[in-house]
């Protein structure tokens, strides 16, 4: 078949695409992807397995590659399963992007805002919730609480509208966009009880033999810890417990021995103030600074935007910060 004079090759096959595959075929595959069998996706979209191969089946026919192989594991993509899945993610954010626009252009006042953050900045993160909600008491907020690479990814799958948490200065993540708001240095923290508070001019090889709780070493705050060991030239202490939740290390500090290096913003907070102390122990300032990530290119409903600039105004006044980065 010939190309029709002036219509780039591109356009014409996107046209054929768009009329011939369905939007509920895209949903199908990252259900399937997501569920790693088609029995497994079948359950979940109420469908007999035989019409989810069928469409699946239909699909790798249309676009003229496998997107599905199988192993002893199960169903996983093909390189051309996971462009064409990140592809069906993004049409279908859209839909969903341009319904919540709708509503909010049908009521300013009425809106979800998907947040992700991690424990330590759940403090300004519910400042900036506060303050929405005294004037739009019917957007609601959807917030997830997990480690930064957990956040992130969740973020590039667009199941998050923001992230708040630390990131590395200079990251250079094309996909994302980075609002500065404040850094907050990591310092070694413990009960007002622990009678290593009575000591003074501590470093950081006089309490490596204390019983450290840590965040696993493989997570984004593990590996902050450990860069602060590091530049006093000492390797990560071993710790006698090693969590991914801060609530989790909090509560063996409180009332116990065990001590942590956590930020200085965990200090400040309502429910830890009367008894988390820091330790008289000068480190490093910690690489990075707290922002606001959002991906870009992606369009933001009218609450989202609210809700950063929210954060903007609320991120100054969080007790136990620094001035963002320029």
Partial sequence: MSQPEGIPLDSLIASRLARRLRLRDLHTLLVVLESGSMAKAAGRLALTQPAVSKAMQEMESELGVPLLERDARGIRPTVFGEAMAERARAIIDEFGQGARDLAH??????????????????????????????????????VEISDTG??????????????????????GDADLDAAWLFRVPLVAVADRRNPLLRRKDLRLADVMEEPWTLSPPDTFLGRLVAAVFAREGLPLPRAAVTSVSIAMRMSLIAGGCHISMLPRTMLHHPTNAPWLRTLDIIAEDSAGAIAALTLKGRWMPGPVRLFLEAIREAAPLTPGVDPAPQ
């Fill in 150 to 171: 957990t956040l992130l990814a969740d973020l590039r799958a667009r199941r998050l509208d923001v992230v708040v948490t630390r990131y590395g200065l200079g990251a």
């Fill in 105 to 142: 252009l049908a009521d300013p006042n009425v809106g979800e805002v998907r947040i992700g953050t991690t424990e330590p900045m759940t403090f300004t993160v519910a400042e900036a919730i506060r303050h929405l909600a005294r004037d739009r008491p019917r957007m609601t907020f959807d």
